[in-house]
């Protein structure tokens, strides 16, 4: 069974950093699509970030949602089964708690219903 622990949430001012860590146990994280997603108060889980497992069609592919580009980047550590969500330049549209999920194939995804195990999620607040 998956399990996925996230951290690295806090409060950070705008214009900070943070970075996200998931961490997987129970199934290699390298072979499967990871995703970022997050959701604010009132609002539905939205995507944030994917990269591609090993054997994706594509290589090493990574997606990111537009209001994030340029600003956040996903990345692994495939010897730690860890997943990172670097995040810069963070704005208040930014609060939200994150969560990292797995995919139920190599492909990165946007689709959320193509994700099989998800964390608790990580509260992430900017403050103006």
């Known amino acids: 069974q998956v399990q996925l622990v996230e951290s690295g949430g806090g409060l950070v001012q705008v214009g900070g950093s943070l970075r996200l860590s998931c961490v997987a146990s129970?199934?290699?994280?390298?072979?499967?699509?990871m995703g970022w997603f997050r959701q604010a108060p009132g609002k539905e889980r939205e995507f944030v970030a994917a990269f591609s497992g090993n054997n994706d069609r594509r290589g090493d592919y990574t997606e990111y949602t537009d209001s994030v580009k340029g600003r956040f980047i996903i990345s692994r550590d495939n010897d730690k089964n860890t997943a990172y969500l670097q995040m810069k330049y963070l704005k208040p549209e930014d609060t939200a708690l994150y969560f990292c999920a797995q995919g139920r194939t190599p492909r990165a995804t946007s689709d959320l219903g193509e994700y099989v195990a998800w964390g608790q999620g990580t509260q992430v607040t900017v403050s103006s």
């Open positions: 129970g199934r290699p994280l390298q072979y499967y699509s």
